[in-house]
């Protein structure tokens, strides 16, 4: 038997095209899509490969394609076209039936803005709070800071000497800057500073950017390294901050983003993070459109947060600093 999970997709025009690209681009590793069923309501595309006509019962397809999932991508459910009594047949043979937001939360680890609906996401399982979670989550960012601090406060001694040398005692060797944390609340997080003194003596916020002319050299080598973050560890010990979360961002940026992508202010359930899922899993990126595809990672981790993922999550952040792959 082919190891790979067989899916079936019931649609076959816009929602079922999402899965082709996603599927043409590598995003569904591990998967093999048998076909896609035409559905009345479907929105004609140009692709009609691997369309299937259902001229038999389903039931009887996936049986015959040895299906293991079956995706509802169907472009309009009020038609009623769905085959109900057989998708439950599926079901209680053990076939899994999933909706399109749920298929791209479990096969590519993030939550899809431009299919989701806000009955998702309160009928959907996940996005947990208790108090219990909070004690067990606190004292793991405690622990990993205990851990840290030995290795991390030599480092820091000589990043503030590197920095304090270069810029001949002008500025100031750590940097403080308003950013919003949990519930939409600011506070001010610690960073080393890595820019030149006054890099917004205009006023006004600005992303930082890849090749941003205003990092120091001493900058540009603790931003690689991570170092410019250690700071941060003090802000984990106040409460302010946990070790892995969404990586906190300006008011300004907030307010700016908010506006413009749906359910962004969701991913300030829970505290900030040094460390997050987007920050693993998604390239450095300083703008609104990526902003939004870090949202989706986000949302991801606000609904399945557990100690494992905080770990696993730990683990690849220390593989992308040891490797050098840079700041995100």
């Not at 025009?13 to 009345?40: C, H, Q, W, Y």
């Not at 509802?72 to 057989?86: E, F, I, N, Y």
């Not at 919003?180 to 001010?188: A, S």
């Not at 070790?243 to 749906?262: M, N, S």
Request: include cysteine; proline fraction near 4%.
């Amino acid at each position: 038997r082919n190891m790979w999970s067989r899916v079936l997709v019931l649609g076959s025009g816009k929602r079922a095209t999402l899965i082709r690209e996603a599927e043409e681009s590598n995003d569904l590793r591990g998967l093999n899509i048998v076909g896609f069923i035409k559905m009345p309501g479907d929105q004609e595309q140009d692709d009609e490969s691997r369309v299937i006509d259902l001229n038999k019962r389903l039931v009887e397809l996936v049986e015959e394609k040895d299906v293991d999932e079956i995706v509802l991508a169907v472009d309009d459910r009020r038609g009623g076209g769905l085959p109900s009594k057989d998708l439950l047949a599926c079901k209680m043979s053990g076939i899994d039936i999933l909706d399109t937001v749920s298929f791209f939360e479990r096969r590519t680890g993030k939550i899809r803005l431009d299919l989701l609906y806000p009955s998702w996401l309160y009928l959907s399982d996940g996005f947990h709070e208790s108090a219990f979670r909070n004690v067990i989550k606190r004292t793991f960012d405690l622990a990993v800071v205990m851990l840290l601090l030995p290795i991390a406060l030599p480092l820091m001694v000589l990043v503030s000497i590197a920095i304090f040398v270069e810029s001949m005692g002008r500025g100031g060797v750590l940097y403080k800057q308003v950013r919003v944390k949990r519930d939409n609340r600011p506070f001010e997080i610690y960073k080393f500073r890595s820019m030149i003194a006054d890099a917004e003596n205009d006023g006004v916020a600005r992303w930082a950017s890849k090749n941003d002319s205003r990092i120091t050299r001493v900058g540009s080598v603790i931003r690689v390294l991570r170092l410019d973050e250690l700071p941060q560890l003090f802000n984990v010990l106040k409460g302010d901050m946990s070790f892995v979360g969404p990586r906190p961002e300006r008011p300004e940026f907030v307010h700016q983003l908010a506006e413009k992508i749906p359910f962004y202010e969701e991913r300030h359930r829970v505290k900030p993070g040094l460390t997050g899922w987007a920050q693993i899993r998604y390239p450095y990126g300083d703008t609104e459109e990526d902003g939004r595809q870090k949202l989706q990672y986000d949302l991801y981790y606000v609904k399945n947060f557990s100690i494992f993922m905080d770990l696993l999550i730990l683990v690849q952040t220390a593989e992308v600093v040891l490797m050098g792959k840079g700041a995100q």
